[in-house]
Each structure stands twice: as structure tokens, then as C-alpha cells.
């Protein structure tokens, strides 16, 4: 309940603050589990990706561990939000476990594959989480990219979210093994939807 009513107001409240452009919604999956793949540069990419979106069944937000220690109300509003805590550099497969289970379930997945912000917006080395979930739950991958006008966020400015067609399960399968090969090739295919997704809107750049 707390879920549909903070999303609706949150929307206003972004709106009033941001020019918001949304691009490529026709391509959200709807009717069943999936990855979604964003580029990181702000600490409220979350937050825009989800407006962006706006209506269908809650999706799982991955995020690092240290938001959950700023203070009790940010922990039970992440909680709220469907926040799953991970544990940067230590392999937690615990979060990746329930990641799985959740989208095999039918439930999406937010994820920033390149583990941390980029200080620069180009994009940085992608991790392997979200291949992994997206190969052990057998769903597409929709990569997103979060354009800010400047390269930056900043209050009042324009942030361009622009959602691209999903890349097909068939792509994304690492095997039992999960050669390091199918995840370098895994890697590089998802990079070269992000990049193409910056190219096609460099205008709002």
C-alpha cells in the first residue's frame, strides 16, 4: 500500500523539480520476470527509472549495503521500496539467490551492472550479477540509459530516460559453467545497447 502511494506523489514531486522525458516505454516487459540494465550517474537513478516506468508489479531494486547504515528511516523506506541490500566485493550470492528467485517468479529486476556511479557519465566496467540472474531465471534483458542534460544531475535540469528493445534470453545463456568467455561476450553485447542508446539520443545530452 505504502508502495502505491509514494510512486504517484514521488511523480509530482520529480516533475516539479525535473523535465523529465521518458523514451522507449513500449519496450518494458510487463507480463513476466526480466532484468532491467541501466547505466549509474546519480544517486536517485533509481528513483527517475522507477517514475519512468510508473505502473506494474513492484520490481526488486539491488543496491549497496552502505544505504541501508545512514539512518533507521532510510532503512525502512529502502525496505519499503523493495530495496535488497548487496555486499559489494564479497560475492554475495544470498542476494543473488533471491534476485533469482524473485524474476523466475515473474518479478523484475532493477540492477546497475556497472556496481558504483560513474564519475564522468561514460560507462564503466560492467560486473557479472546481472548476467548471472538474468541466465539462472532464463528472462530478456532491457537495458536503459539515464541521460542528464550536461552529463549531470542537477535540480530543475533535463534527465532523458530512454528504454531499449530487450536482449532475448537465448543471448544472455552463460551455461552450468558460466564461462568467463559467455561473460565477456554477455558484457559486451548489453555495452553495445547502452552505447547505441547514447548515440540515438545525444541530442538530450
Excluded at 544470498?94 to 528467485?101: F, L, Q, R, S, T
Aim: charged share 25%; aromatic share 10%.
Amino acid at each position: 500500500m505504502f508502495y502505491l502511494i509514494i510512486v504517484p506523489l514521488a511523480w509530482i514531486v520529480w516533475h516539479i523539480a525535473f523535465r523529465i522525458k521518458v523514451i522507449g516505454r513500449e519496450n518494458l516487459i510487463r507480463d513476466r520476470g526480466f532484468v532491467l540494465a541501466s547505466n549509474h550517474i546519480s544517486a536517485i537513478d533509481p528513483v527517475f527509472i522507477v517514475l519512468a516506468r510508473f505502473w506494474g508489479r513492484r520490481m526488486l531494486i539491488m543496491g549497496k549495503e552502505e544505504l541501508f547504515e545512514v539512518n533507521p528511516f532510510i532503512t525502512w523506506f529502502m525496505r519499503a521500496v523493495n530495496v535488497v541490500p548487496v555486499h559489494r566485493g564479497r560475492g554475495d550470492t544470498a542476494a543473488v539467490d533471491k534476485a533469482v528467485e524473485s524474476v523466475k517468479g515473474g518479478q523484475g529486476l532493477l540492477i546497475f551492472p556497472e556496481g558504483t556511479r560513474s564519475k564522468d557519465g561514460n560507462l564503466g566496467k560492467l560486473k557479472s550479477g546481472a548476467f548471472v540472474v538474468a541466465s539462472a531465471a532464463g528472462v530478456d534483458m532491457t537495458p536503459c540509459r539515464i541521460i542528464y542534460k550536461g552529463g549531470k544531475m542537477r535540480l530543475f535540469g533535463r534527465v532523458t530516460i530512454v528504454f531499449g528493445p530487450p536482449i532475448p534470453a537465448e543471448k544472455l545463456a552463460l551455461g552450468e559453467e558460466h564461462s568467463a568467455r559467455r561473460l565477456r561476450e554477455c558484457k559486451a553485447l548489453l555495452e553495445e545497447h547502452l552505447e547505441r542508446l547514447l548515440e540515438e539520443n545525444r541530442q538530450y545530452l
